[in-house]
């Protein structure tokens, strides 16, 4: 699913990551650290948003450098705050945008639009405008709207820290119940119980790569918590 080879990125100059060598194939794959320690820099990786300054990072068998394009295709990104992802006023509007994007036939948008909205909850939020939402249900909108284009993976870059306990359950059921693989950046630790591996990334580099319980225990200790 996600192979980097001797991966290393350069932002601004400065080195953030290096020394990647990672086969991921997992369903639910968590990537925890400080702030600063590369978490955001490493999942954008994964879509070609950012690319290897060294090394090559392929998603699919699909370079991430040579194709972006195909590359931003099958995997879909979720940001912390989903005013960064959603484009137009209205509900139903914003997921319809992906589709024409990808010259889907008329006849077939709606359809697929309202049965996206069935699916994350949001039944009837259609004719809504999405300014007048709260955060948890624009953050269902964002999610609906990757989610209504079936990427093949579903990278989510800490998608909760902005919401309350019930819309971090709303979210990760979403999640959960959208049965595509996922890497996923989190704070929460809580989260993460149940997923099938967890990275551990501390000053740009991975420091752990083990199931949930050792990974969380290596945090913990590397943060002296
Ligand atoms: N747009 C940018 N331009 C230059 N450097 C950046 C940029 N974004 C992040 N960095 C630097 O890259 C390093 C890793 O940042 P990154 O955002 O990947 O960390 P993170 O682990 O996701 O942090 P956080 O938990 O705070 O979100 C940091 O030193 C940061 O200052």
Redesign the pocket.
């Known amino acids: 699913m996600i192979e980097l080879s001797g991966v290393a990125l350069d932002?601004?100059g400065?080195r953030?990551l290096s020394g990647l060598d990672l086969r991921l194939t997992e369903r639910r794959i968590g990537v925890v650290?400080?702030?600063?320690?590369?978490?955001?820099?490493?999942v954008r990786l994964l879509n070609g948003l950012l690319k290897p300054s060294e090394g090559t990072a392929r998603v699919f068998g699909i370079d991430t450098t040579a194709d972006p394009k195909a590359a931003r295709r099958a995997v879909g990104f979720l940001f912390q705050n989903p005013d960064h992802q959603i484009v137009y006023p209205g509900v139903a509007e914003d997921l319809a945008f992906g589709l024409k994007n990808r010259d889907l036939p008329k006849r077939e948008i709606a359809p697929r639009v309202d049965a996206a909205l069935v699916r994350f909850g949001l039944a009837g939020f259609g004719e809504r405008l999405v300014h007048e939402l709260s955060g948890g249900e624009r953050q269902l909108v964002a999610l609906a709207g990757i989610m209504v284009l079936e990427p093949r993976l579903l990278v989510l870059?800490?998608p909760t820290t902005l919401l309350d306990l019930r819309n971090t359950r709303r979210v990760m059921a979403a999640v959960e119940a959208a049965d595509t693989p996922v890497v996923m950046?989190t704070?929460d630790l809580a989260l993460l119980e149940g997923f099938d591996r967890v990275l551990v990334?501390e000053a740009?580099r991975l420091v752990c790569d083990a199931p949930p319980r050792d990974a969380l225990d290596a945090y913990r200790r590397i943060a002296g918590a």
Do not use: I, M, T, Y
């Open positions: 932002r601004a400065r953030v650290g400080a702030n600063g320690s590369g978490k955001s820099s490493f870059d800490e950046v704070h990334f740009g």
